[in-house]
Every structure is written in structure tokens, then in C-alpha cells.
Nanobody
């Protein structure tokens, strides 16, 4: 049973930074994707950052390119997303997700497992 637990959300002012963490347990795939998705009230869930865990390829939404950085620590079974220069439009619930196949890592439909989410609120 794969479990994903996110942490690191909070409230910051515009221009601030946060680092989200996702600890994965029971995830034994040697290939696949780990991703961060967000959902704002009244909007669809969107992929913001993802990583191919075998090839370390990274994927970013255009809206966060240059501001967010995704990374993985295999020893800790943890994926991080460092979020800098935060904007009010980055506000939302952020979810960590895991997929058992690699490639197209921002495509939400490929993900098998989801965490409960952590809230990020950016005030202007």
C-alpha cells in the first residue's frame, strides 16, 4: 500500500518562499513519476511540477517555470518542491502524487496514488 504524506504548506506573503515535502511509503517502483499538483477553489487540478524518478527529468507548468524546483531524495523516499517568488495565484491545495510509469509526468490521469494535500496561501 502506497502512502504519500505532504507537509510544508502555510501562509506567506507574495514574494515569499515555501518548501513542500512528500514522504512516500510502500512505493517500490524503480521507474515512474512523482508530481505536485494544485487545486484552487473553483478551478481544476493542475500539475505544477513533476519528476521522472528513473531519469530525473523534471517537468514544470509554464506558470511556475523559473520559480519552482522539484527534487527527490531517494534515501529519504521524499520529493520536495521549493517554491520561490510566490504569487497570490499560487494559492491552493497542493497534492503529491505517484505514478508507476515514467514520461508525461504532468498528466494527472496517469497517477495511481495521491496524498491528502497541504494548503498554500499567498497573500498580496
Amino acid at each position: 500500500q502506497v502512502q504519500l504524506v505532504e507537509s510544508g504548506g502555510g501562509s506567506v506573503q507574495a514574494g515569499g518562499s515555501l518548501r513542500l515535502s512528500c514522504v512516500a511509503s510502500g512505493y517500490t517502483y524503480s521507474s515512474g513519476c512523482m508530481g505536485w499538483f494544485r487545486q484552487a477553489p473553483g478551478k481544476e487540478r493542475e500539475g505544477v511540477a513533476a519528476i521522472d524518478i528513473r531519469f530525473y527529468s523534471t517537468y514544470y507548468a509554464d506558470s511556475v517555470l523559473g520559480r519552482f524546483t522539484i527534487s527527490q531524495d531517494n534515501a529519504k523516499n521524499t520529493v520536495y518542491v521549493q517554491m520561490n517568488s510566490l504569487k497570490p495565484e499560487d494559492t491552493g491545495m497542493y497534492y503529491c502524487a505517484a505514478a508507476s510509469s515514467g514520461g508525461r509526468c504532468l498528466w494527472s490521469l496517469k497517477y495511481n496514488y495521491w496524498g491528502q494535500g497541504t494548503q498554500v496561501t499567498v497573500s498580496s
